[in-house]
């Protein structure tokens, strides 16, 4: 996805002067990616008295919609303005964030380097990657205008929002029936358009059509608009199916540079190869754990702000256990003096 002017534009500023206690030239950790996974790390450590630097690219996925759902206390609420509350929030606890990219990640002793588009060089003692993933739609013209809007992917975003609406479900493959079924209970106006996914089995068309639902096995050649408000879909033949709504399957694409460069393993999943990590995020290299779309590609916001809280946690809890063997060593020498 391209299209859009939708960043984030937070301040470079650095936070008042910090009260921490000076840690060397590294940071406790740096996050990179400042969505909710990240931010929701970043809030937790900075609270917990860490050097946290986040550095952060500044377009969170679902930038395009301007509206999010299924989280609590802020359903409907714009994705903008809640990752830029996350930005204050940090900044407020003390906390570092950047508007950079982060190009290179590179382990070095007891620690990581990052290197960002300038140039700059940070190092810390772990590193969260939280750097999400990115929607890649059917090339069908008009769709990427739409998206967010008009076009959308995730029925438990945006499914309540069509209740009894004229829907299309724009299939992306066979599998993807089950999103139809999903989609059906928010409408009995559904038109499921088949041409990209191939030949649906016999049983699933003859389901569908049991469930009521229409199957359009013509191919799509454009989405249909009056002004900026998606009216329908025109097939082939020109053809217009008029619709409130499309249901989209984009392939998903998870951002994980910083993992891949630092040999990080990663699973097969049904929606294609992702970081393999435990249930407190760490992924297979120590020290270094993924978050968030970048881990998980069913993270929605408030799963993301759950991954990034649960690392953050077991980040610390490191943190302080190495603080803790330390000390403990520091002692034992000044006692054997
Ligand atoms: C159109 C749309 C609508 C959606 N609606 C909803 C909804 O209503 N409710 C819901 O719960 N979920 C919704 N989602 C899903 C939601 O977008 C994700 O759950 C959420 O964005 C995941 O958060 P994240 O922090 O993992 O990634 P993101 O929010 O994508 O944040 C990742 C951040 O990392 C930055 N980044 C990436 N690479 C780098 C790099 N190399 N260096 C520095 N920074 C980098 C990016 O610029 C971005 O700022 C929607 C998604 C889409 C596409």
Request: aromatic residues 10%.
């Given at each position: 996805m391209t299209s859009d002017t939708r960043t984030i534009t937070g301040s470079d500023t650095e936070h008042r002067t910090s009260t921490l206690p000076p840690s060397g030239d590294r940071w406790d950790v740096i996050i990179i990616g400042g969505g909710a996974a990240g931010l929701s790390a970043a809030l937790i450590l900075a609270r917990a008295r860490r050097r946290v630097l986040v550095l952060d690219g500044?377009?969170?996925?679902?930038?395009?919609?301007?509206h999010m759902h299924?989280?609590?206390?802020?359903?409907?609420?714009?994705p903008i303005d809640l990752v830029n509350d996350g930005y204050h929030e940090v900044r407020a606890a003390d906390g570092v964030i950047r508007n950079t990219r982060v190009v290179e990640t590179r382990a070095v002793d007891d620690g990581f380097d990052v290197v960002t588009d300038s140039g700059a060089v940070e190092s810390a003692r772990r590193l969260i990657v939280a750097t999400g993933a990115r929607d890649v739609l059917p090339d069908i013209p008009g769709l990427v205008e739409q998206w967010g809007r008009g076009v959308v992917a995730c029925p438990y975003c945006d499914g309540y929002e069509a209740t009894g609406r004229a829907i299309g479900v724009l299939l992306g493959s066979a599998g993807g029936v089950h999103k139809a079924h999903m989609i059906l209970p928010y409408s009995p106006n559904l038109t499921v358009f088949t041409a990209l996914a191939g030949p649906l089995s016999a049983d699933d068309r003859r389901l569908l059509e049991h469930r009521g639902v229409r199957l359009e096995d013509r191919a799509v050649s454009r989405v249909v608009v009056d002004g900026d408000t998606l009216t329908g879909l025109a097939l082939e033949d020109d053809t217009v199916v008029p619709l409130d709504v499309v249901f989209a399957e984009p392939a998903l694409v998870p951002l994980d540079d910083p993992l891949r460069q630092l040999g990080a393993q990663r699973v097969d999943s049904p929606m294609g190869q992702w970081a393999e990590v435990d249930a407190f995020g760490r992924t297979s290299v120590a020290g270094v754990w993924a978050v968030g779309n970048a881990a998980n590609?069913?993270?929605l916001v408030p799963i993301a702000m759950g991954s990034g809280a649960t690392a953050a946690l077991t980040v610390n809890g490191e943190l302080i256990a190495e603080e803790v063997a330390a000390a403990s060593a520091a002692l034992a020498e000044e006692r054997k003096g």
């Open positions: 500044g377009q969170p996925r679902n930038r395009f919609a301007p299924g989280v609590l206390s802020r359903d409907g609420y714009s590609p069913g993270a």
